[in-house]
C-alpha cells in the first residue's frame, strides 16, 4: 500500500511564475490536508479538502493560493505569482474519514525555492 | 482558538541519559499526536494519545497526557544517537473536523 505521494519533491521558481503541487493520498482516503512548514518552525495547516469539496480553508492566504481535489486525480496546491516569501515546504496529509481517531499520513513534501 | 507550546525548543544530551519534552496546549483538544521529523523528510507519527491519562510506550519513547493540565509530554529513557531529530507534538482542534494545530518543534541533538 503506497503511502501518500507529492510530487515533485523539489521546485524551483523565479518570481512572478506559478507553482503547482500535487498530492496522492493513500489508497482508500478521501480526506487531504495541505500544510506549510517554514524553515525551524512547525506545520501551519492551510486547506481540508474532500473529492470536489473545499471543507476548510481558513489556512490558505486570501491571494494567489488555491487547492482542489478533482475527482479523479490527485490534489493541487497552486501558487500563482510566487514571491520569495512562498519559499517553504509544503506538506499533504491524507486520512480516511473525518473525525477518525486515525493520525494524519504525511506525504514526503514538496520543498518550493523562489529565486 | 488552540495554541500548542512545546518546550525546550532544542535539547541537547548525552547518550545514555533521560528527559521529558513537554507539551502545553492552549483550550480542550479531545486528541494529541506527537511526530518525529528527520532533516529534510516527512513526518512519522509516533503516538495518538485520546483521553486524559492516557500512555503509550514504543521503545525509549512513552507519550503521556493529562487533559485538565491540558499538558502531554514525551519522555525518552536512556537516549540513543538514533533518537536525534525534531519532535513535534500537535492539538485537534475540536468541531473542526480533522484540522490539527502544531507546536514549533522540539529540535533534540543526542550526543554520542
Known amino acids: 500500500n503506497a503511502g501518500v505521494m507529492q510530487n515533485p519533491r523539489h521546485l524551483v521558481r523565479r518570481r512572478g511564475q506559478e507553482a503547482r503541487l500535487r498530492c496522492s493520498p493513500m489508497?482508500?482516503?478521501?480526506?487531504v490536508y495541505w500544510y506549510r512548514q517554514l524553515p525551524e518552525e512547525g506545520l501551519k495547516f492551510m486547506v481540508y479538502l474532500q473529492k470536489e469539496n473545499i471543507i476548510d480553508e481558513s489556512g490558505m492566504p486570501k491571494e494567489r493560493f488555491s487547492a482542489e481535489f478533482p475527482k479523479e486525480g490527485p490534489s493541487i496546491l497552486r501558487i500563482q505569482q510566487v514571491v520569495r516569501g512562498d519559499s517553504a515546504a509544503y506538506f499533504c496529509?491524507?486520512?480516511?474519514?473525518?473525525?477518525?481517531?486515525?493520525?494524519?499520513?504525511f506525504g514526503p513534501g514538496t520543498r518550493l525555492l523562489v529565486l | 482558538e488552540l495554541k500548542v507550546e512545546q518546550n525546550p525548543l532544542f535539547l541537547s544530551m548525552q547518550e545514555g541519559k533521560n528527559y521529558t519534552i513537554y507539551c502545553n496546549y492552549s483550550t480542550t483538544s479531545d486528541r494529541l499526536y506527537w511526530y518525529r521529523q528527520d532533516p529534510g523528510k516527512s513526518l512519522e507519527s509516533l503516538f495518538v494519545l485520546l483521553s486524559n491519562g492516557a500512555v503509550k510506550q514504543e521503545g525509549r519513547l512513552m507519550a503521556s497526557l493529562d487533559t485538565k493540565a491540558r499538558l502531554s509530554t514525551l519522555h525518552i529513557t536512556a537516549a540513543v544517537h538514533d533518537l536525534s531529530a525534531t519532535y513535534f507534538c500537535a492539538g485537534h482542534l475540536m468541531n473542526r473536523d480533522d484540522k490539527i494545530i502544531f507546536g514549533k518543534g522540539t529540535r533534540l541533538h543526542i550526543l554520542p
Open positions: 489508497k482508500g482516503h478521501s480526506h
Open positions: 496529509a491524507s486520512s480516511p474519514t473525518s473525525g477518525s481517531v486515525e493520525t494524519q499520513y
